[in-house]
């Protein structure tokens, strides 16, 4: 691992964080990637090849430029190699286009701020004729361009997990008993950042690879059964507690939602958020109690449907959080839980969470209900318990928050 990167590599990627960001809702996601043809597979190809190496070079230069030194931390400048990397071999992909289409991407201009003018860029979902004629490459072409980038997503696995070393270290030299909002601010950029590159990819291979499923577009469903994934986070956060507290049987959680109610999102986020929230919930119950308790009261999940939004509640008689103690529970690192062993096999797979203890949970899940344009809040009693409110929003036109 070099201390620097090298400067021409740097400056290249300097110049490519100059350009804006593009955002793509969910509906356009659905709507692009319903029946996807060779051809519009190709557009996506096309699109990403553009979009990623930008998104990757805005994160390498907030990384080289960050506060108290953390630029150099060696955890720091790990993940930023594997962003530099990544980016050098999308921009070495080679391109597939006319000459003129090139001629006009690359096209640079400056207005009178100085501020870079980007040349028209594909849309994501530029609509594709499917009767137009396609060449034949196209296909193996796609095919190549899906094996690099999913070879990217698993570079950048460890991703969180390693930053958060990063952090830990700062914390532990400076003495901070929490991050700053400078840090916070940062991470919440990055990982939001991350976020959405991992679901351009994630959608992006499901489109090419997976079988055609019902109400499945890529990693979305159109569908997504609220009290399905809801009994699935349920069963699965009961069950790692049990297992954390050696219980015979963990708080009961109650679930009401409509059986059918159902709207378009991408299930596995869905699973992540409740099953952070839950999670936190039977710990502070738990250990209100005491997990030699007789008897602990319900979590109850309460689900309801909006025009706007279907927000979930998971409320809990864990005692609370003092008000005071509020805002830090969105910081990252903080928990109230005792130190953790760190993960064996480190970044194993997207940061799997044990029952508490890396102070990721709640602002991790936060973005992910951001990224759709939902919200997470906390609203707490101290001395009685606290509601989670999870808003998630129906509509689907929200664009990617791109920091
Ligand atoms: P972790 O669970 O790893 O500690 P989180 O981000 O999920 O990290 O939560 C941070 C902290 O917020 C917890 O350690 C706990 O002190 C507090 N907290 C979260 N949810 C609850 C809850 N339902 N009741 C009481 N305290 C909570
Ligand atoms: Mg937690």
């Known amino acids: ?32 990637g319903t029946k ?22 805005h994160r390498v230069v907030e990384l080289e430029n960050l506060p108290y030194n953390l630029s150099n931390m060696a955890s720091v400048r790990r993940v930023r190699d594997w962003y530099a990397e990544s980016f050098t071999e999308l921009v070495d992909f080679p391109r597939m286009e006319t000459p003129a289409a090139l001629k006009a991407r690359d096209r640079v201009t400056v207005d009178a701020n100085g501020h870079v003018v980007p040349p028209p860029i594909h849309r994501y979902f530029t609509p594709v004729d499917p009767a137009a004629a396609v060449p034949a490459e196209c296909e193996a072409y796609n095919t190549a361009f899906v094996e690099l980038i999913e070879n990217i997503k698993r570079r950048h696995d460890p991703t969180v997990a ?32 991350r976020i959405g590159i991992r679901m351009l990819i994630g959608q992006h291979v499901a489109l090419h690879k997976l079988p055609a499923r019902d109400d499945y577009v890529g990693i979305i469903c159109t569908k997504t059964n609220v009290a399905q994934v809801a009994q699935e986070a349920i069963d699965n956060a009961r ?26 999102y991408v299930p596995s986020h869905l699973h992540h958020m409740l099953f952070e929230l839950l999670k936190n919930s039977l710990r502070a119950v738990v250990e ?3 997990p030699d308790a007789d008897h602990f009261p319900p979590v109850k999940v309460v689900v309801a449907e909006g025009r706007e939004d279907i927000t979930i509640k998971v409320s809990d008689e864990g005692g609370g959080i003092a008000r005071s103690g509020m805002p830090l529970i969105w910081t990252y690192l903080y928990t109230t839980a005792p130190a953790q062993p ?14 508490a203890g890396f102070g990721y949970g709640l602002p991790l899940s936060r973005l992910y209900a951001r990224y759709f344009g939902g919200d997470l809040r906390l609203i707490s009693m101290e001395g ?13 036109d929200s664009e990617e928050p791109l920091p």
């Open 342 to 355: 760190e993960p064996e096999t480190p970044g194993s797979s997207d940061f799997k969470a044990p029952m």
């Open 36 to 57: 996807p043809t060779v051809g519009t597979m190709f557009k996506a190809t096309q699109f990403l090849r553009e979009e990623l190496p930008v998104r990757l070079a």
């Open 239 to 264: 069950f790692i507690c049990e297992d954390h507290y050696a219980l015979f049987s963990a708080p009961n959680v109650q679930l009401y939602c409509p059986d059918d109610l159902h709207f378009m």
């Open 384 to 396: 009685y318990g606290t509601d989670a409110y999870l808003h998630l929003s129906r509509l689907s």
């Open 162 to 193: 390693t930053v958060a070393q990063g952090i830990k270290e700062l914390k532990a030299q400076h003495g901070l008993p929490h991050i700053d909002a400078q840090v916070q601010n940062f991470l919440d950029r990055f990982y939001m950042s």
């Open 1 to 32: 691992m070099a201390a620097r990167l090298p400067e021409a590599l740097y400056d290249k990627i300097k110049f490519f964080a100059k350009f804006p960001q593009t955002s793509v809702s969910l509906r356009q996601m659905v709507e692009f």
């Open 288 to 290: 209100r109690y005491g």
